[in-house]
């Protein structure tokens, strides 16, 4: 993210502000990339229903998931932490739940913490 700032200021101050419809050159605004994470993980959970299912993923991808699980609308500043190598569970029966958010027991002794 420092090589980001320093080599593009304008475009990291606009990818870093509230707008959601900023759209990164050759990339996606936040706003697409929630209707496109949650339409598709709608067609996973229709393709395999009633399966248990194991997705990985990046933060956004997954931000996006937990906000639309939560219906804490993308605007919002974030308040909850997205840990790198969690595991975050949700289930889905009707509606989409969530079941545990940032376990990080399988990486303890691993010396792959930042300073938690």
């Known amino acids: 993210m420092e090589e980001f700032k320093a080599k593009y200021p304008k475009e990291h101050k606009k990818f870093c502000s509230p707008d959601i419809n900023y759209v990164i050159p050759g990339g996606e605004s936040a706003k697409q990339r929630f209707k496109r994470a949650i339409n598709t993980l709608n067609k996973i959970v229709s393709n395999y229903n009633g399966m248990n299912l194991l997705i ?61």
């Open 56 to 116: 990985v993923t990046h933060g956004g991808i997954l931000e996006s998931i937990f906000r639309h699980t939560l219906n804490i609308p993308i605007k919002q500043d974030r308040t909850f932490s997205l840990v790198n190598g969690s595991i975050n569970k949700f289930s889905y029966e009707n509606r989409w739940r969530l079941e545990s958010w940032g376990e990080i027991s399988h990486l303890s002794g691993l010396n792959a913490m930042d300073d938690m």
